[in-house]
């Protein structure tokens, strides 16, 4: 049967590579699910969260339900892999491998379909625009939990830094949290051979985006973990010309409330400190995009055994390292018991071109091996 799986299953996710939809624009994408999932004798519900899909299938008398989740949006990226299933719309590639995401739900889908050994409820959530952290927040904010009860809800993302057919995964915090700045600093622009007559914001801005990096240093416990990223600086100026204007912008990362806090606190102090030491006005903005992703116990111990179930217990890893990439399941982990998986990609002699890469592609034999995980789960929650 896996090796049947396979084939089709590769067949699905070269389709759905060769046509990338981005964030709340996946309606090939959920046409292309919601088809296949009521195939597969499933209720399906499309339009939530706008392009959302949630496919049920109940068996037996069983009172439990669990949640299954996919992300299928793509990314603005020039695909440059040459693969015969390469994208063909340009400026647009699954380099998330998000592709193989909806690919291995929809093999879990069609295993549990075919096999019925479960006894309750399975729900598959395939969820649009996770990559700007919209897609999970737009689902809950259109009622996925009230109208799609879920007892407990398990993902995965693949990883190309992990070997592949790997699991890992731990309980507790596993993915960081993502909040982005703005720091736009007003000063009074000027000819460059007379700085003395003008305020100079691009000083300043040099100022503040190394005072910033003693946020991390002298602030935060060092038992705690937090990244302060300045990722991009504008001006107004040119060459020969002192700005009046100077914009950066970046994110910070970390898996606490109260550190989150921490650093929006002394960032915009600093900002606008050095500022008005330096006689130039500053704004300061601060917003939330990503929550941590903190596993669940009960549910890490779940998902742990159905991946040695599948896997054998040498290839799973229960105390994996987490990572400071965001990811927005989070969202939903803060409302029900779950827990998030790394499924590993990285193959020995083979270059591994990491995730948001243009020559990116998902390693294809790792559809079945999550499809199994993804129904194995089911089966030992659902008995």
Not at 191 to 201: F, N, V
Not at 331 to 347: A, D, E, N, Q, S
Request: glycine content about 8%.
């Amino acid at each position: 049967m896996s090796k049947e799986l396979l084939v089709q299953l590769t067949e699905w996710r070269h389709y759905l590579h060769e046509h990338p939809e981005t964030a709340f624009e996946e309606v090939n994408t959920a046409k292309f699910v919601a088809e296949k999932m009521a195939e597969f004798g499933y209720e399906v519900t499309t339009g939530i969260g706008k392009t959302g899909v949630v496919a049920s299938l109940t068996n037996g008398t069983g009172k439990k339900t669990i949640g299954i989740r996919a992300d299928m949006d793509a990314l603005n990226i020039l695909e440059q892999t040459d693969l015969p299933y390469a994208s063909k719309t340009k400026g647009k590639m699954h380099a998330c491998g998000h592709d193989g995401h909806v690919t291995t739900a929809l093999g879990a889908a069609k295993i549990l379909a075919d096999t019925k050994e479960f006894n309750g409820t399975v729900r598959f959530i395939f969820q649009p625009a996770e990559e700007h952290g919209k897609g999970a927040l737009s689902m809950l904010e259109d009622g996925l939990f009230e109208r799609f009860p879920i007892d407990e809800f398990y993902g995965l993302h693949n990883m190309p830094t992990l070997p592949e057919g790997e699991i890992h995964s731990k309980s507790g915090p596993i993915m960081a949290s993502e909040d982005n700045f703005r720091i736009e600093i007003k000063g009074v622009g000027g000819h460059a051979s007379a700085p003395h007559q003008g305020k100079d914001p691009l000083v300043v801005a040099a100022e503040i985006i190394l005072a910033l990096q003693t946020v991390v240093a002298r602030n935060v416990d060092p038992i705690d973990t937090a990244v302060v990223s300045c990722t991009e600086i504008h001006t107004d100026g040119i060459i020969n010309a002192i700005p009046s204007n100077v914009v950066i912008t970046g994110d910070t990362r970390s898996y606490k409330p109260e550190v989150q806090q921490l650093l929006e606190h002394r960032m915009r102090l600093l900002c606008e400190k050095i500022c008005e030491a330096n006689e130039v006005s500053c704004e300061f903005s601060y917003s939330n995009s990503f929550g941590p992703t903190i596993n669940w116990e009960e549910c890490h111990q779940v998902a742990i055994q159905a991946a040695k179930n599948v896997l054998g217990e040498q290839l799973v890893n229960e105390q994996a390292s987490p990572m400071m990439a965001s990811e927005d399941f989070g969202h939903f982990l803060k409302l029900v018991p779950g827990c998030f998986v790394f499924l590993g990609g990285m193959r020995e002699g083979v270059e591994p071109y990491p995730l948001h890469h243009a020559k990116f592609d998902y390693k294809e034999e790792n559809l079945v091996k999550g499809a199994e995980y993804f129904a194995e789960i089911v089966r030992l929650q659902l008995k």
